[in-house]
């Protein structure tokens, strides 16, 4: 019987090793990423959804468009919001696209986008941003 009890109380003691374990071992942040990541490689982690944020103005017609995406899911449509001290019904006041990245496994990634009009066929004086990811 002792031996037991032994058994029950060390069983107790694993589980709750194990749980506090599990919630001091965080998960990575998400990193937030702006057009100036677009110059070198930026290193993200495995799994984690990381949000791009980029200066947009959907009032002109144009948004922010996925060209191509290597080892990512882009998830779409992107969230805009305005600066809350932008006067309500302002025409032309520029947003931001919360643009949401998840690298779906270890090694290269990269994004291609294009600022342009949807109606509008991809020309050379459409902005691009081309991003490069190493993902660990």
Same mark, same amino acid.
Do not use: C
């Given at each position: 019987?002792?031996? =037991?009890?032994?058994?029950?109380?060390?069983? /107790?003691?694993? *589980?709750? $090793?194990?749980? &506090?374990?599990?919630?001091?071992?965080? %998960?990575?942040?998400?990193?937030?990423?702006? *057009?100036?990541? &677009?110059?070198?490689?930026? $290193?993200?982690?495995?799994?984690? @959804?990381?949000?791009? =944020?980029?200066?947009?103005?959907? $009032?002109?017609?144009? &948004? #922010?468009?996925?060209? %191509? *995406?290597a080892n990512l899911r882009v998830d779409e449509p992107f969230e805009v919001t305005r600066d809350p001290a932008t006067p309500n019904g302002m025409v032309g006041a520029p947003e931001s696209a919360a643009i949401r990245i998840t690298p779906r496994g270890k090694g290269p990634?990269?994004?291609?986008?294009?600022?342009?009009? *949807? #109606? =509008?066929? @991809?020309?050379?004086?459409? =902005? @691009?941003? $081309? /991003?490069?990811?190493?993902?660990?």
């Amino acid at each position: 019987m002792p031996h =037991r009890m032994l058994f029950v109380a060390f069983a /107790f003691a694993l *589980a709750a $090793s194990s749980a &506090a374990n599990a919630a001091t071992a965080q %998960e990575p942040a998400p990193i937030t990423l702006s *057009a100036a990541n &677009a110059v070198s490689p930026v $290193s993200l982690p495995a799994g984690v @959804t990381s949000v791009l =944020r980029l200066e947009t103005n959907p $009032s002109t017609g144009y &948004a #922010w468009q996925v060209a %191509e *995406a290597a080892n990512l899911r882009v998830d779409e449509p992107f969230e805009v919001t305005r600066d809350p001290a932008t006067p309500n019904g302002m025409v032309g006041a520029p947003e931001s696209a919360a643009i949401r990245i998840t690298p779906r496994g270890k090694g290269p990634a990269a994004l291609k986008l294009v600022y342009k009009q *949807a #109606w =509008r066929d @991809t020309t050379p004086d459409d =902005r @691009t941003l $081309s /991003f490069v990811f190493v993902v660990e």
